[in-house]
C-alpha cells in the first residue's frame, strides 16, 4: 500500500520504520529538512519537505494515490486539518493522533465530518494498558484478544520461583493445562518454546489464557499479587489524567505530585476526587511524607525518561509491590530491564502498534482470515496475531499435528463462540474460530501465510 505520513516525531518515526520493512511505499512529510534527510537515510522512505497541511505538499507526496494518510505531527489541529485535506485531495483513508481530551471527548460528534477512518490518542491507550497491569500486578504487561477474552501476560520468573528450573512439559503436568507459554526472552535472545525448554530465573515469559485461566495459574505458582488500592502517580501528564480518572472510578485511591503549579490546579478542576500534590516527586524526602513505603503502586510518567527511572528505582528500594515506568527512548529499556524495573510503558510503541494493526486489517479486509489484533513484543522481536477464519478453507477441519507449520511460531489460543482452548495436536482449527498465533515473523499478512509452502 502507498501511506504518506505527515509528522517526522518519535511516532511517526517508529511508523515509517516499521511500515516500511513490511514493503508499504512510504513517504513522510516534514517541514524540518535535517531530520528528514536523517530519516531518509536511515530508512527505505520517501521524504518531502513542508508543510503536511499545504495543498501543494500533499500534491508532492502523491495524495491522491495514497491508500492511507496518517497525520501525527504534535498538533492535535494540524492533524485533523492534514487528515481533512488529505481526504479531499484524494486519499483513501485517514488516521489522526489526538491527544487533547476535550478534542477526544468529542471526536465522536466531528469524525464523520473530518471524514477520519481513525483517531488515536496515544495517552489514553497508554493509561488503559496501565490499569489492566494495575488490576493484575501479577503481570509486567497484558494484551488482550478475542474481545478481551483471552489475555497475553508478561512476567519474569525469579530465583525463588517455583517453575524455575522446570521443563513447560513438566510445568503443565505439575501445574495446568489451561495456560500455553508461548514465547520467552532470555537475555537478548527471544525464543518459541517447545516442551522440553526448561525455564531459568531471568526468563522473560508469555503465557496465554482467559483472565481465570492466568489468575489460577499465578495462584498455584505462588506469584499471585492482589488488585492495588493506593497509588503514587509523579507527573500530571495527559497519561496521568487518565489513569487517574480510570483508576478512581474503580475505587482505587489516587495521589498524584506534579511540579507546575498551574498544572496542579487544572487537574485539581478536571479530577476533583484525586489528591493533588504540588511539588518535585524526584525529591525522596517528599515521597516519604506523602507515604511512598505504604502504597501499592508507583507509576513514573514524567516526560523525562531519566527521572522516571531513577524515581522507579528508589521506588523499589522502598519495597513498593507494583512500579510501573513510562521510557520512551528504545535504547533504555534494556538498561531498565537490567536494573530490576519489570513494566515498562512507551506512548510512541502504543501508538505504532494500533495502527499497525489497523493497516494489516485493510489489507485483509477482503481476504477469507481477517486480522483483528496485532501487538508487538520485546522490542518488535515477537508479534501475537488474531486471525478470525470467515469460511471454510484448506486448513479448516484439519488437526494441527497434520499442519505443515512454519519454524518460529505457535498456535497460541483459539477462541470457538465463548471457549477458550489451549490447542494441542489434536484439536481442528474451525469457520469463525479466533486463532491467535505467536511468531518471530513480522510478515504474515493472512492466516494461510502461517503454513509452509509445498513443492
Known sequence: ???????????????????????????????????????????????????????????????????????????????????????????????ARVRNPIYYKQMYLIKDDLRLSMAVNPELEVAEEISRVLIFPSASKIETFAKGKVELVEFKVDQESSINGLSLEELSKKYSHSVLICAVQRNQEVIIPGGNFNLRAGDRIYIASSHKGVEKFFKVTGKYKNRVSTVIICGGSRVSYYLSKKLSGMGIQVKIIERDYDRCMELCELIPQVTIIHGDATDNELLEEEGIDRVDAF?????????????????????????????????????????????????????????????????????????????????????????????????????????????????????????????????????????????????FKDLKDIFKVEG
Do not use: W
Open 1 to 95: 500500500m502507498k501511506i504518506v505520513i505527515i509528522g517526522d516525531g518519535k511516532v511517526g518515526h517508529k511508523l515509517a520504520k516499521q511500515l516500511s520493512e513490511e514493503d508499504h511505499d512510504i513517504v513522510l512529510v516534514d517541514y524540518k529538512s535535517e531530520k528528514l534527510k536523517n530519516s531518509m537515510n536511515e530508512l527505505d522512505v520517501i521524504g518531502i519537505e513542508g508543510d503536511g497541511a499545504s495543498h501543494e505538499v500533499l500534491i508532492e507526496a502523491g495524495i491522491e494515490n495514497a491508500d492511507l494518510a496518517i497525520a501525527c505531527t504534535s498538533s492535535d489541529s494540524m492533524n485533523m486539518m492534514c487528515c481533512l485535506l488529505a481526504k479531499n485531495l484524494g486519499a483513501d483513508r485517514t488516521i
Open 299 to 443: 507509576v513514573a510518567l514524567t516526560g523525562i525518561d531519566e527521572e522516571n527511572i531513577i524515581m522507579s528505582m528508589y521506588a523499589k528500594t522502598r519495597n513498593v509491590s507494583k512500579v510501573v515506568t513510562k521510557v520512551n527512548r528504545e535504547a533504555l529499556t534494556s538498561i531498565v530491564d537490567d536494573l530490576g524495573i519489570e513494566t515498562l510503558v512507551s506512548p510512541k510503541t502504543v501508538t505504532a502498534d494500533t495502527i499497525l494493526g489497523y493497516v494489516r486489517a485493510m489489507q485483509n479486509s477482503l481476504a477469507s482470515a481477517n486480522i483483528e489484533t496485532v501487538y508487538r513484543l520485546i522490542n518488535g522481536k515477537i508479534e501475537a496475531v488474531e486471525f478470525i477464519i470467515r469460511e471454510n478453507t484448506s486448513y479448516t477441519d484439519t488437526p494441527i499435528k497434520d499442519m505443515k507449520l512454519k519454524d518460529n511460531l505457535l498456535i497460541a489460543c483459539i477462541v470457538r463462540k465463548r471457549k477458550i482452548i489451549i490447542p494441542d495436536g489434536e484439536e481442528l482449527l474451525k469457520v469463525g474460530d479466533s486463532v491467535i498465533i505467536v511468531t518471530t515473523c513480522h510478515r
